[in-house]
């Protein structure tokens, strides 16, 4: 399973990090880390800058996921969206000391909540994004916006057609997509497929988020991946397993169905 490991990305918490440091350090993990509200108001930035240089010297290659709990950076309410960039930048003020490959952040667009004013989000969405997009200009790192409660990508699409900056890309999510999607998998990668620079892959029967090992649940993963095989798309990969026994189940999965052998 380390050839595949070598391949992906391994989700963890901030707060975990140094628990799992050795495991990580011994395996050469790559690790999309996620910083929570909680772990940003308790962090030691010269532990942090420390334990940076300790990943990144060790060939740990780092993507970040931003805070998203109560956050709306597309919010019509300019104090709410206000509040919600400033929780964000405190992710991206983390980039010179871990040089991360991506920022993975919620666009938290749901079309329960924003009812008939997708202009008036998408508006604020831009103007949030670009705010954001500035702040990496000069690095190597990417904001990848991700799916989560969108039903079906047009607006997001729209959303990357106003932004037109190679500094951003689409991150798929397998689960939120089989939860929550009502269109199907060929339709998503048709608009969404020329944007795509990273994977969220974990599993669920459809109807909750349950984030189960990947091939434990009923997200058609062969057809995923026969299409970005298709459209010559290779984004990077995170396994977004919330347990140590469901990452390994996972990577048992994946290499059971061949899915990435190349």
Known sequence: MQDILKKVHVHMPFHYLYEFQEM?????MNLEIYFSHDALNKLDTAKCQQTAELLTNSGCKITFHAPFMDLRPGALDDKIRRTSIDRIKQVFDLVPYFHPLRIVCHPSYDSRYYVSCDEEWLENSTETWRELIALIEDTGTKIALENVYEREPSVLRRLFERLNSD???????TGHFNAFARVPLGIWLAEMGKYLGHLHLHDNHGRFDEHLPVGNGTFPFAEL????QDIEARPLITLEAHAQADLWQSLDNIKKMGILKD
């Not at 991946?225 to 970005?228: D, E, G, I, P, W």
Request: net charge positive; glycine share 0%.
């Open 24 to 28: 990580v350090l011994q395996k050469k």
């Open 167 to 173: 500094r951003i890309c689409f991150c798929f999510d």
């Open 225 to 228: 991946f026969q299409t970005l």
